[in-house]
């Protein structure tokens, strides 16, 4: 099973994707993510949840992100992502931590931007703080509110950080968080897609 980086210098490259439970973000939804993203990818500090084959983070990458971090719980996803970023020559600026994405919300010394966390003293970027995270758990999973009260009221979001949720049509979530606050909503076939910034809420 493979899937293709829809945009940026690496468009048209294959990523490789294990077998199993995975649902790879489709090519057309990814780049309606982007295109709604718009300039805030250009040297952004990228967090992508529940990774799976690395294709959110790799693409932005791939679109003139800075530094991607990937968290996966599932050592096979985790050994694909690391192939996919050997594959495209992003060694020095991803790293892939295996680990639930809800522990990490909540605390970001496992990450490498913190002074404690792995991959500490092999480039993570200053501070621990992202300006995009990503978060694509399985549809049948409802980690919302964990998820996004803990981005919300932790430290892992730069001031002006956006959130990308994408989840299944048939689910609905809430207009804020804490101090996220929707700013942008579409729904693509069985897929919705929700962004969620900190400046729409505080100004």
């Given amino acids: 099973m493979s899937t293709r980086i829809s945009?940026?210098?690496?468009?048209?490259?294959?990523?490789?994707?294990?077998?199993?439970?995975?649902?790879?973000?489709?090519?057309?939804?990814?780049?309606?993510?982007?295109s709604m993203l718009g300039d805030r990818v250009e040297g952004a500090r990228v967090l992508d949840l529940y990774a799976g084959t690395g294709a959110i983070g790799l693409e932005a990458l791939s679109r003139g992100a800075a530094r991607a971090d990937f968290v996966?719980?599932?050592?096979?996803?985790?050994?694909?992502?690391?192939?996919?970023?050997r594959s495209l020559g992003y060694?020095?600026?991803?790293?892939?931590?295996?680990?639930?994405?809800?522990?990490?919300?909540g605390s970001p010394a496992t990450l490498p931007g913190s002074k404690t966390g792995p991959g500490s003293n092999k480039g993570g970027h200053d501070g621990g703080r992202y300006d995009l995270v990503f978060i694509d758990p399985p549809y049948d999973d409802d980690p919302w509110d964990e998820l996004l009260a803990g981005l919300s009221d932790g430290p892992l979001l730069s001031p002006d950080g956006t959130?990308?949720?994408?989840?299944?049509?048939?689910?609905?979530?809430?207009?804020s968080y804490g101090r996220l606050g929707l700013s942008r909503a579409r729904r693509y076939g069985g897929s919705s897609i929700s962004i969620f910034t900190l400046a729409a809420i505080n100004g």
């Fill in 7 to 34: 945009g940026g210098k690496d468009r048209g490259r294959r990523l490789q994707a294990p077998k199993g439970r995975l649902r790879p973000t489709t090519e057309k939804v990814r780049a309606a993510i982007f």
């Fill in 91 to 105: 060694d020095d600026r991803a790293t892939v931590v295996r680990a639930r994405a809800e522990k990490v919300a």
């Fill in 163 to 175: 959130v990308v949720a994408e989840y299944g049509s048939g689910r609905a979530l809430p207009a």
């Fill in 72 to 85: 996966e719980e599932d050592a096979r996803a985790c050994n694909t992502i690391n192939a996919n970023i």
